[in-house]
């Protein structure tokens, strides 16, 4: 089982919808949380931290569920620039605190 | 803007050639990643380093090697390339924090492909 879990998507939305994407972690022992974001053939970009107590950004609110493991980022009034791979990221310290990614939800928002 | 800088950015070269893939950062970050990822696959974890002198082997084995001379300087290097060398490489930084909660930033990246 890989340690984070997302839904591939794509999720095709029109301008101004509201999405949410979720995220599941397997390593009960994970200490922080990200939701970087990975334009095509890009670098991933830091989006936002995911603190216990929910966090928002603008448009962007991150949630996280210790109890049962899981993050999600909700993305209100979509923008055409949303458009991008949305990557869940899980630190813990048995990887030197490196990065375990999900493999990413594509999020697609059409005019 | 993170001051995280790869070169080269893109990098065609024969089989069995040795290859040094650079990344340096000015932002006096201890610890630096190496990834790599496919196109439309998730990044892959090669290589870490906490600090000066200390290298790590990632989740996915490499065939690369690492050092860290310097702190703003973490080379990615693969002896004799191979065509399932090629892929895109990022290099990542990030600062020493309290449980590792510190995020990090992303060099621009190298596509490499082995012929």
């Known amino acids: 089982r890989k340690e984070v879990e997302q839904d591939p998507g794509p999720f095709n939305v029109p301008e101004g919808a509201t999405v949410a994407f979720n995220c599941t972690y397997s390593?009960?022992?994970?200490?922080?949380f990200f939701w970087y974001r990975q334009d095509c053939r890009k670098e991933p970009k830091l989006l936002m931290s995911?603190?216990?107590s929910g966090n928002e950004d603008g448009r962007f609110t991150a949630q996280l569920n210790r109890a049962s493991q899981y993050i999600s980022l909700l993305i209100r009034d979509s923008k055409l620039s949303d458009s991008a791979t949305y990557l869940c990221?899980?630190?813990?310290?048995?990887?030197?605190?490196?990065?375990?990614f999900g493999k990413g939800t594509s999020l697609l928002v059409t005019p | 803007e993170a001051d995280i800088y790869q070169t080269p950015r893109y990098l065609v070269i024969g089989t069995g050639k040795k290859i040094t893939l650079e990344c340096s950062q000015t932002?006096?970050?201890?610890?630096m990643y190496w990834y790599q990822q496919d196109p439309g696959m998730e990044l892959h974890l090669i290589h870490y380093?906490?600090?000066?002198?200390?290298?790590e082997k990632g989740d996915l084995s490499s065939e690369s090697t690492v050092s860290r001379i310097r702190t703003e300087h973490f080379p990615l290097t693969l002896e004799s390339a191979r065509p399932s060398h090629t892929s895109q490489y990022l290099c990542?930084?990030?600062?020493?924090?309290?449980?590792?909660?510190?995020?990090?930033?992303f060099g621009d990246g190298t596509r490499l492909s082995i012929l």
């Open positions: 990542a930084s990030s600062r020493r924090g309290r449980q590792g909660n510190q995020p990090q930033h």
């Open positions: 390593n009960s022992a994970s200490q922080s």
């Open positions: 995911v603190y216990s």
């Open positions: 990221v899980v630190t813990s310290s048995n990887s030197g605190y490196a990065l375990n």
């Open positions: 932002m006096g970050h201890d610890k």
């Open positions: 380093s906490y600090g000066v002198n200390s290298t």
